[in-house]
């Protein structure tokens, strides 16, 4: 069974920084590509980085490119969202993703404000 569990999220004020974890077990989570999606208030869910399954390749929307980094670490079946000078805009719900498997996780709440 698939199971992805993310954690890390909270408030913080504009211009500061989250890291997002995302533990994932009940697949050979090194043989996939991982995502990381989120849903604000009122809009739809969107995609918000993918990273390949050796870790080689990252894509980003380009909402956040050049302050998000998505990593992973395959030792430890974890997939990484490292948020830096985060915007108000960026306030939303975190999902973790696993496409092969269409799995969501619960996802975690990032609210960015004064």
């Known amino acids: 069974q698939v199971q992805l569990v993310e954690s890390g999220g909270g408030l913080v004020q504009p211009g500061g920084s989250l890291r997002l974890s995302c533990a994932a077990s009940?697949?050979?989570?090194?043989?996939?590509?991982m995502n990381w999606h989120r849903q604000a208030p009122g809009k739809e869910r969107e995609w918000v980085a993918r990273i390949s399954d050796t870790g080689g390749t990252a894509t980003y929307t380009d909402s956040v490119k050049g302050r998000f980094t998505i990593s992973r670490d395959n030792s430890k079946n974890t997939v990484y969202l490292q948020m830096n000078s985060l915007k108000p805009e960026d306030t939303a719900v975190y999902y973790c993703y696993a496409p092969r498997w269409d799995s969501w996780g619960q996802g975690t709440q990032v609210t960015v404000s004064p």
């Open positions: 009940g697949f050979a989570f090194s043989s996939y590509a």
